[in-house]
């Protein structure tokens, strides 16, 4: 089962960008479809994006042209590129192997004015 580190959240002022990282361990995440979530406090997780083994990417529409999903296989690393960050993009990110129900430990993002 892969276990999943997030990194790179933190604050970041409205219309800027940041990074996050997830770092796999174990050679079953570069066969599985991984993905972003997020959760902010009294609502449920929701799917930010995703990318597939053969690195097909889909995004919610919120995100759409803002965020960009990547992994590296070799490496063992996904990414999420987000830019033009709204305060509604604050929230806690997880890196996920759904296949394998496994998630991250999560990282803050928070969105200021």
């Known amino acids: 089962q892969a276990q999943l580190v997030e990194s790179g959240g933190g604050l970041v002022q409205a219309g800027g960008a940041l990074r996050l990282s997830c770092a796999a361990s174990?050679?079953?995440?570069?066969?599985?479809?991984m993905a972003w979530y997020r959760q902010t406090p009294g609502k449920q997780r929701e799917l930010v994006a995703q990318?597939?083994?053969?690195?097909?990417?889909s995004y919610a529409d919120y995100v759409k042209g803002r965020f960009t999903i990547s992994r590296d296989k070799v490496k063992n690393m996904m990414y999420l590129e987000m830019n033009s960050m709204r305060h509604e993009d604050t929230a806690v990110y997880y890196c996920?192997?759904?296949?394998?129900?496994?998630w991250g430990q999560g990282t803050q993002v928070t969105v200021t004015s």
């Open positions: 174990g050679s079953v995440f570069s066969t599985v479809t």
């Open positions: 990318i597939t083994a053969g690195g097909r990417t």
């Open positions: 996920s192997a759904p296949f394998y129900d496994s």
